[in-house]
């Protein structure tokens, strides 16, 4: 939540047409627009100018902020810090809106996260003498960190002011409790951004003469794509030239190097009216790239990211699946196949109630989180919890270098690409096939399938983005219903097994896009009181599995939409092509391609997401930035 740019430079690049006045603008600018889907309710840039620091801010989104600055210029500078709000402590007002500039106008703050002991330490400062314009928690942290400066130059008379911010800053972060990443800029030293990260995340971009500060490296990834990762608790100080990482002790640390894989070409529209429809669009590449790579020359799982001790792995006894939102859905649907392969029991918990319950975790229990993003705060705090009590973690996440896979003894990229729409589409997809993988290579390693058995679930898998790319060329129909319904106050949505969990992610998309109350339920809890909801013309969904399937739960599930039809209900069914049994209960029937009922999700969940951006737009909605929403949710 919130995104952070930070910019310190001298001269433009050779051969742009910017000024070097302009540099620091247009970077912060660019990088604010690329972060804005982590929280879009204000923005605002601060620079260090030839008469100190200069900011503007503004309520809603960044093209609020754009118009200001085109009333009201910033002056030529070389170095200045943004940020791309989602409200936490005040609401989306402009004295909320950072960054807060206190020390009159000295010093500017950014700040993402939240800080736990606020109140004390405003209370303090309030006996202080000092007044606050806002009611956020980062106010706070910039008083403090104003006075932390003034009691070192007080400390130090005569010192030259180099390098004092950084030590402020880590006295500062000393104090603090939480979760922050805060960045700074010191009329002092106007060449010099400071950040201090504990729980939050923060990326160095590395440039030529230039460096660069992220909440994630889309910050800066038209400029540089050499990146630095932070560890935890670490302050970073980056100027023109240089890049200083040390401790909250002022010990000096080294950060990681890497070189970021997706090209800035990835993170644009490429056409789409919006990131939402090109990521649906995406699905096929996202789910082929996940699954490229990981096999020998014989077809055998290697999984070569995944560094747990393959004796380890033959040991455990329980996996318990760690995640919110789609990504908890994409581990309920995972949940049945590695149930079903390796037979090993797995649950599939919220990680932000996880830890709150006293969980039985030991070394014999493989956490496995779900992740796209790799920052989101309570998927970290739970697979901490697990690792101090022993457990082996490891993560399936779409983002290189975030703190998720850091703080795990091993990860399992999806290769989805960047998802910059705030509801998550493509990233989904790609979980459930990375997680697929690794339930096949867990039966491989313990020997539950048999090496035949897994090479023909591969291969059925590498069919599977051809089969998305026919349901997503035969839309139409599912568009034009989804158009038609843009009145509806309400639908549900049905289905059984792995349908289960997609049908609440359906109702999750429809929740998030259009605003429209929605609820996934288990097609055969509907009788245990949900049905009481059905009246004449109550739309619902049902995702039916393949007749082909097992234990007559295709016959199960239309029953269930019998049931629901005799009161009254419209019913909206998403089939496998050739079942023709479910035309004579239905108002509209959907098909998708033939595939096993474990690898269904994969295909019916598409037509759910597309009728869920198609309503969603004929309502004329942002698709890409939903209200109250934001993509990454880095507190807890
Ligand atoms: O980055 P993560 O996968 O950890 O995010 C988890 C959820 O916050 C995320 O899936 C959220 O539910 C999306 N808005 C769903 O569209």
Redesign the pocket.
């Known amino acids: 939540m919130c995104g952070i740019v930070g910019y310190a430079g001298t001269a433009p690049a050779q051969g742009t047409s910017l000024s070097a006045n302009h540099r620091a603008l247009e970077v912060i600018v660019e990088g604010l627009r690329r972060l804005e889907y982590r929280g879009y309710d204000s923005a605002g840039i601060a620079v260090a100018g030839a008469n100190g620091i200069e900011m503007r801010k503004k309520s809603g989104k960044l093209a609020k902020l754009l118009e200001e600055l085109e009333q009201n210029p910033l002056p030529a500078a070389s170095s200045g810090i943004g940020h791309t709000r989602w409200a936490t402590h005040g609401g989306p007002t402009d004295e909320n809106a950072h960054p807060h500039v206190v020390d009159g106008g000295a010093l500017s703050v950014v700040h993402n996260g939240i800080i736990e002991n606020y109140s004390v330490l405003k209370a303090t400062l309030l006996k202080r003498g000092h007044s606050f314009v806002s009611q956020t928690d980062t106010e706070v942290a910039a008083t403090l960190l104003g006075d932390t400066y003034r009691e070192l130059v007080l400390a130090e008379p005569g010192v030259p002011s180099t390098g004092r911010l950084s030590r402020a800053m880590a006295a500062v972060a000393r104090q603090l409790e939480g979760a922050f990443t805060l960045v700074a800029l010191h009329a002092d030293e106007p060449g010099v951004i400071v950040a201090a990260r504990r729980n939050s995340p923060l990326v160095v971009g590395l440039g030529d003469g230039e460096n660069f500060l992220g909440s994630d490296v889309s910050g800066f990834i038209d400029y540089t794509r050499r990146a630095v990762e932070l560890g935890q608790d670490q302050v970073v100080t980056i100027s023109a030239e240089n890049v200083e990482i040390t401790d909250f002790n002022g010990v000096p640390a080294e950060g990681r190097e890497y070189r970021v894989d997706w090209d800035a070409a990835a993170a644009k529209k490429d056409g789409y009216p919006s990131f939402m429809e090109k990521e649906i669009n995406d699905q096929p590449d996202a789910v082929a790239q996940t699954l490229l790579g990981r096999t020998d020359g014989e077809g055998n799982l290697t999984l070569d990211e995944l560094r747990v001790d393959p004796s380890v792995l033959k040991t455990i006894n329980r996996i318990i699946v760690l995640?919110?939102?789609?990504?908890a859905y994409a581990g309920q649907v995972a949940r049945y196949a590695i149930e079903h392969w390796c037979r090993i029991p797995t649950e599939v918990e919220l990680s932000h109630e996880f830890r709150y319950r006293d969980p039985i975790v030991d070394e014999r229990t493989l956490i496995v989180s779900?992740?796209?993003?790799?920052?989101?705060m309570d998927?970290l705090m739970a697979v901490r919890y697990a690792r101090e009590q022993g457990a082996k973690t490891v993560a399936i996440c779409n983002t290189n270098g975030s703190t998720i896979p850091r703080e795990s003894d091993a990860v399992l990229y999806t290769h989805a690409g960047p998802e910059i729409a705030?509801?998550?589409t493509k990233?989904f997809l790609a979980q459930i096939t990375a997680a697929y993988l690794l339930g096949l290579y867990l039966a491989q390693l313990r020997g539950n399938l048999f090496q035949g058995q897994i090479k023909d679930i591969l291969a059925e898998l590498a069919k599977v983005p051809a089969k998305i790319a026919s349901v997503l060329a035969n839309a139409d129909q599912i568009k034009d219903l989804a158009r038609s319904m843009a009145d509806t106050r309400t639908v549900l949505f049905l289905g059984r097994h792995v349908g289960y969990p997609v049908a609440m992610e359906g109702a999750?998309?429809l929740k998030?896009l259009a605003y429209i109350h929605a609820e996934g339920f288990a097609a055969g809890e509907l009788k245990h009181g949900p049905i009481a909801l059905i009246e004449e013309g109550q739309a619902v969904i049902v995702v039916v599995p393949s007749p082909r399937g097992r234990d007559s739960l295709h016959a199960k599930v239309v029953s269930n939409i019998q049931e629901v039809r005799a009161r009254g209900a419209m019913t909206i069914v998403i089939a496998e092509e050739g079942d023709e049994s479910v035309r004579e209960h239905a108002e509209h029937v959907f098909y998708i391609p033939e595939t096993s009922t474990l690898l269904a999700p994969l295909l019916t969940t598409v037509p759910l997401q597309i009728f869920a951006l198609a309503l969603a737009t004929a309502k004329g909605f942002d698709v890409d930035q939903p209200r109250n929403?934001a993509?990454?949710?880095t507190v807890e």
């Open positions: 995640a919110c939102g789609t990504s779900l992740s796209q993003s790799g920052e989101t998927t705030v509801a998550s990233a999750l998309k998030e929403l993509k990454s949710v």
